[in-house]
Nanobody, 123 residues
C-alpha cells in the first residue's frame, strides 16, 4: 500500500503562485512514477503532470504547460507541483497519484491516490 498526503493548497489571486507538496509512504518512492491530477466542480478528474521515478522525464497537460512544474525529491519521498501564473480556471481539488511502475505512458491510470487539496484562484 501507498499513502499519499497532499499539502499547500489554498486561495490565491489570479496571476499568483502556489506550491503543492505530496508526501509518500508505504512503497519505495523511488520505484514509482508520480503524478498530479485535478477535478473542478462538475467536471471529471483530469491529468495535470507526471514525473518518472528519477525525475528525468516529465509530462504536462497542454493547459498548464509553461506555467506548472512537477519535481520530486526521492530523499524526502516527496513530489511537488509549482504552479505559477494561476488562472481562475485552475480552481480545482488537486490530487497526488502514484504509479506501480517507474515509468509513465499517456493515459495510464495511477494505482494510488491522495485525498486531495483545494486550490482556489480568484479573479
Amino acid at each position: 500500500q501507498v499513502q499519499l498526503v497532499e499539502s499547500g493548497g489554498g486561495l490565491v489571486q489570479a496571476g499568483g503562485s502556489l506550491r503543492l507538496s505530496c508526501a509518500a509512504s508505504g512503497r519505495t518512492f523511488s520505484d514509482s512514477a508520480m503524478g498530479w491530477f485535478r477535478q473542478a466542480p462538475g467536471k471529471e478528474r483530469e491529468f495535470v503532470a507526471t514525473v518518472i521515478w528519477n525525475g528525468g522525464i516529465t509530462a504536462y497537460a497542454d493547459s498548464v504547460k509553461g506555467r506548472f512544474t512537477i519535481s520530486r525529491d526521492n530523499a524526502r519521498n516527496t513530489v511537488y507541483l509549482q504552479m505559477n501564473s494561476l488562472k481562475p480556471e485552475d480552481t480545482a481539488v488537486y490530487y497526488c497519484a502514484a504509479y506501480a511502475s517507474r515509468g509513465y505512458l499517456r493515459g495510464m491510470a495511477p494505482n494510488y491516490w491522495g485525498q486531495g487539496t483545494q486550490v482556489t484562484v480568484s479573479s
